[in-house]
């Protein structure tokens, strides 16, 4: 199973542009990568999911370079509500995902 | 938007007491599983459950807890005799599928368990 390495915090500032990059080194074939965010005593919620290349939704832009082993999940013009933990996590291709969740990486958006 | 919903929200219970949580997964998903939260730690996979039965699970999910739907829409997780390090946040889930592309799971708002 891949796992994940992501910095444990960041501080930004509302409006800015921030990017969390993740790595997975030994990240598989099939593997698809997924973030989600998670506001303290709620759920996780999922934001992006991508295989290479650059994803985007309404949300937020996924980044991921050729060999795969990164990937940057980039949260356009932040607000103080965009403060949360940011979970990178790489999934298994078949049957009998399972997700493996690391630390994440806690944003902390300043006004 | 459709959502996971589960009950209680907060539970409180004594050592060795039997607790169930229980949760309403998304209507057309095939996929439960429940996840915990130790505060302040990171999520863990308890287990994941298809078609009736158990597909995987980890180390975590031990003879003390079990799952069970026992209908079309109820999807629940017993602990038999809880202990104080049971004490987490539950979170079930719910997906259409398993694997990737597009298998994006669903977490619910989650069921704070506190053992004393």
């Known amino acids: 199973l891949a796992k994940t390495t992501q910095p444990i915090s960041m501080d930004s500032y509302e409006g800015q542009e921030v990017n969390i990059t993740c790595s997975h080194n030994?990240?598989?074939?099939?593997?698809?990568i997924t973030w989600y965010q998670q506001f303290p005593s709620q759920g996780p919620r999922f934001i992006i999911q991508g295989y290479k290349t650059k994803v985007t939704n309404e949300v937020a832009s996924l980044f991921i370079p050729a060999d795969r082993k990164s990937s940057t999940l980039s949260l356009p013009r932040v607000s103080l509500s965009d403060t949360a933990v940011y979970y990178c996590l790489v999934g298994e291709g078949d049957s009998n995902y399972q997700l493996i969740w690391g630390a994440g990486t806690k944003l902390i958006i300043k006004p | 938007e459709p959502e996971v919903t589960q009950t209680p929200s907060h539970q409180v219970t004594q050592m060795g007491q039997e607790v169930i949580l229980r949760c309403v997964p998304i209507?057309?998903?095939?996929?439960f599983y429940w996840y915990r939260q130790i505060l302040g730690q990171k999520v863990e996979f308890l287990v994941s459950?298809?078609?009736?039965?158990?597909?995987?699970k980890s180390e975590i999910f031990d003879d003390q807890f079990s799952v069970e739907r026992p209908d079309g829409s109820n999807f629940t997780l017993k602990i038999r005799s809880t202990k104080l390090e049971d004490s987490a946040m539950y979170f079930c889930?719910?997906?259409?599928?398993?694997?990737?592309?597009?298998?994006?799971?669903?977490f619910g708002e989650g069921s704070w368990l506190t053992v004393v």
């Open positions: 030994n990240i598989a074939t099939n593997d698809y």
């Open positions: 209507s057309n998903h095939l996929y």
């Open positions: 459950f298809y078609n009736n039965e158990i597909s995987e």
């Open positions: 889930a719910s997906s259409t599928h398993q694997g990737p592309p597009g298998n994006t799971i669903y």
